[in-house]
């Protein structure tokens, strides 16, 4: 059977999800970081991405926050960022607002950005 986009398409989805994965990884620190700006960076609709994420059990701001999260977690534990602010890391992780960090932070790490930090020193 010859290559078509129609029979790969499962290949082809794993492939954008992966690209986008990464796009994630790699820009979580823009708090402008939107499912429509990634869409259109990959050369697909804004539906399609969101379809793409849904197949795997995610959406698109989930994983993001996840990102985000993750990326402040480990900052928060590192002695190197010790002198730095929890709203500081907040903002560098892309929060715009410290509550809503410290809500996000909580409701996947089950505990206290401050709670963090103290735990891991």
């Not at 078509?4 to 992966?18: D, H, L, M």
């Not at 979580?28 to 539906?47: D, F, K, R, V």
């Amino acid at each position: 059977m010859p290559w078509s986009r129609k029979n790969s398409s499962g290949a082809w989805r794993e492939a954008v999800f992966v690209r986008a994965c990464r796009m994630i990884a790699l820009r979580c620190g823009n708090p402008e970081l939107a499912p429509h700006q990634m869409a259109h960076e990959l050369h697909i609709s804004t539906s399609l991405l969101h379809r793409i994420f849904a197949e795997r059990g995610h959406t698109v701001m989930t994983r993001v926050w996840e990102e985000r999260v993750n990326r402040a977690a480990k900052l928060l534990a590192n002695l190197d960022t010790a002198p730095r602010s929890i709203t500081d890391i907040a903002f560098a992780c892309g929060f715009n607002d410290s509550a809503h960090f410290t809500r996000a932070f909580a409701a996947r790490k089950g505990m206290a950005p401050s709670q963090w930090r103290k735990q891991a020193a």
